[in-house]
Structures are given as C-alpha cells and as structure tokens.
C-alpha cells in the first residue's frame, strides 16, 4: 500500500527565511505528487504537482518542488516566506490512474512577523 | 461560483442518529471522492465514484458508512448510529480522470460533524 510521510510536525520560521518541507512516499509504480495548502478556516487548495517531464515544478505564490525519483521524494521550497504562508501543508501521492490517493499527515507552518 | 460545495457545512448530532451528507462537484468533473479528515491529520480516503459507480471503498468504511452518486452528478454520504469516534470533517472533493489528463483533484469546503 502506498505511503506518504512528512519529515516535521510543526515547522516554525520568520519572515523572509527559507522554507523547505519534506515529503517522501513509498509505491513501486509511477506516481503523480501533489502539494495542497490549507490556510486557517479555508479548505484545501493546490499549491503545485508533478505529473511528468521537468522533475522542477512550479505553483502558485513563488512555491516549487522537486521530484526525485531515487528518493522517493518530493520536497517543498520557497526562498523567502510571508506572514500569509502561515497555514498547513499537506503532500500526496497518487497512482497513474488516480487511484490509491494517499495524504501524507501534514506539516503545520507558523510565519512570525 | 463553480467549485466544490459541500451542505451541510457543519452538523451536531447525537450519538446513534443518522446523518446525511451532500457534495455538488465541479459540473464537467467525473470523478468524485470522499475524505475524513481528523485534528492534526491529513484527509484519509473514504470512497470515490466515476461517474455513477462506485469504484473503490476504504477498511474506513465501515458497514454504517453508504455513499451514493446517482445520477453521476452529487453525491450523498449517509452515516448510520453514529458514534463519537465519527466527529471529524468530511471533504468532497472531484476530478476530470481521462488518460491524456491529470487527477488533479478540486476540494470542498467540508462538513464538519459532531457527534454528541
């Protein structure tokens, strides 16, 4: 059965510090990988994914994560945070036909001002 | 607004009642899926349907669990004698699954039940 873990429970930061949050997943067939966001009191919305191609990929809000198939990870970046990038931070893992979507646990990021 | 809506947004019930859920996907959207989502976890998977069927179900689900897609449109999740172990938020969520597209799946906002 597929598997998604997320290396930090609560990740603390200030403003303008960089940001990296890791994600490794366990399947053995090809995968499509996915950053959702959930800020305060709002549902879950997509941040970026990877589907194929450039294992570098891009979303919204200056965000990027790269694929590392080697490593069975998926890391999410940002150069510099904001207060507003406060919110939890959840990866997933889906097959090649959409099945079998896995949540990893979450990663809550506190920005302070 | 054409998202995920999801009604009711929250409910209280009390333990041993049934309680009824309803997610409106994405129109064009074929896939629809259901999450339970607890403090401090990510979304477990529940069911989903593709159209009308329903293709895959979750240990989850328990028997006390049903969730229907008749028309291939909205969909009901239905939870009989509830418990307080079912108190959590239960997200809808829908995709456009085709072999040449991605499964990106779009959320609803939630309902967030309680049982008493």
């Known amino acids: 059965a597929q598997s998604v873990s997320q290396h930090n429970h609560h990740v603390i930061l200030s403003e303008a510090a960089s940001l990296e949050l890791g994600c490794n997943y366990s399947?053995?067939?090809?995968?499509?990988l996915f950053w959702y966001v959930q800020y305060p009191g709002q549902h879950l919305q997509l941040l970026l994914k990877?589907?194929?191609?450039?294992?570098l990929v891009k979303g919204i809000k200056g965000f990027e994560a790269e694929f590392i198939k080697s490593k069975f990870s998926f890391n999410l970046r940002k150069p510099s945070v904001q207060w507003s990038d406060t919110a939890e931070y959840f990866c997933?893992?889906?097959?090649?036909?959409?099945?079998?979507?896995?949540f990893g646990p979450g990663t809550r990021l506190s920005v302070l001002p | 607004d054409t998202g995920v809506s999801q009604d009711p947004r929250h409910k209280i019930t009390k333990r041993g009642q049934n309680v009824t859920f309803r997610c409106d996907p994405i129109?064009?959207?074929?896939?629809l899926y259901w999450y339970r989502q607890t403090l401090g976890q990510g979304p477990e998977f529940l069911t989903y349907f593709q159209n009308e069927a329903q293709l895959e179900k979750s240990r989850l689900l328990s028997d006390r669990f049903s969730a229907e897609r008749p028309k291939g449109s909205f969909s009901t999740l239905e939870i009989q004698r509830t418990e307080q172990g079912d108190s959590a938020m239960y997200l809808c969520?829908?995709?456009?699954?085709?072999?040449?597209?991605?499964?990106?799946?779009?959320f609803g906002p939630g309902t967030r039940l309680t049982v008493l």
């Open positions: 399947y053995g067939g090809t995968v499509n």
């Open positions: 969520a829908s995709s456009l699954y085709g072999l040449a597209l991605n499964n990106e799946q779009f």
């Open positions: 997933a893992v889906t097959d090649n036909y959409g099945q079998n979507f896995v």
């Open positions: 129109s064009e959207h074929n896939r």
């Open positions: 990877y589907f194929s191609g450039d294992p």
